[in-house]
């Protein structure tokens, strides 16, 4: 069963309008934290996927060499992130997130969920479940079209020596340093 023509062109005026106010809300709150949303969205992805070459972030990111030079270098700065030499290839720099780095991601996080909260307003718990639902399926839909699988998602790999039950449970399979995750 497929979808409509019609359907398909609401859908993708939808996503656009989902994509413009969710950046809006996320800039609105990125302006009470320490964290950019880009520092954000960098932290989360090397907490899912720990230990990447910074060219995979870059890939995966959609920003510039430059740009991602960047904002490593201010990760850096606040001890988020470590970087060191690729013994595979010296030129490459694999990209860490540290302890402290994972903390400032947690309270993010954290505030970003008080936030919707807040935003979300008379949205009933049963209705927030089947969106987040929907949302992981489209999700998943659009990524089975590209013939990829998930990289990142709502729970973070936990800390090395980390207590069974944590909040976060470990992701599944292992995306390999350098090395795109396949399905």
């Known amino acids: 069963m497929g979808v409509s023509h019609a359907t398909a062109e609401e859908l993708v005026?939808?996503?656009?309008?989902?994509q413009r106010v969710t950046r809006k809300v996320l800039k609105a709150a990125a302006l009470h934290r320490e964290l950019s949303m880009v520092h954000?969205?960098?932290?989360?992805y090397l907490a899912c996927v720990p230990g990447r070459r910074a060219k995979d972030i870059v890939a995966e990111s959609g920003l510039g060499a430059?740009?991602?030079s960047r904002h490593l270098s201010a990760l850096e700065h606040l001890g988020y992130v470590t970087r060191t030499r690729d013994l595979e290839d010296g030129r490459a720099q694999i990209v860490e997130i540290t302890a402290e780095g994972r903390k400032a991601l947690e309270a993010n996080l954290r505030a970003d969920a008080e936030t919707l909260v807040a935003r979300l307003g008379d949205l009933g718990e049963d209705e927030a479940e089947r969106t987040r639902v929907d949302l992981n399926r489209l999700t998943e839909l659009f990524l089975t079209s590209l013939g990829m699988s998930r990289v990142?998602?709502?729970?973070?790999?936990?800390e090395p020596g980390a207590q069974p039950g944590s909040p976060h449970p470990t992701a599944s399979g292992d995306p390999g340093r350098g090395k795109e995750n396949s399905p």
Do not use: C, K
Not at 13 to 18: K, Q, S, T, V, Y
Not at 40 to 44: D, F, G, K, R
Not at 152 to 158: D, E, G, L, S, Y
């Open 40 to 44: 954000t969205n960098i932290l989360s």
């Open 13 to 18: 005026r939808d996503l656009f309008e989902l």
């Open 66 to 68: 430059s740009g991602m």
């Open 152 to 158: 990142t998602a709502a729970t973070i790999v936990p």
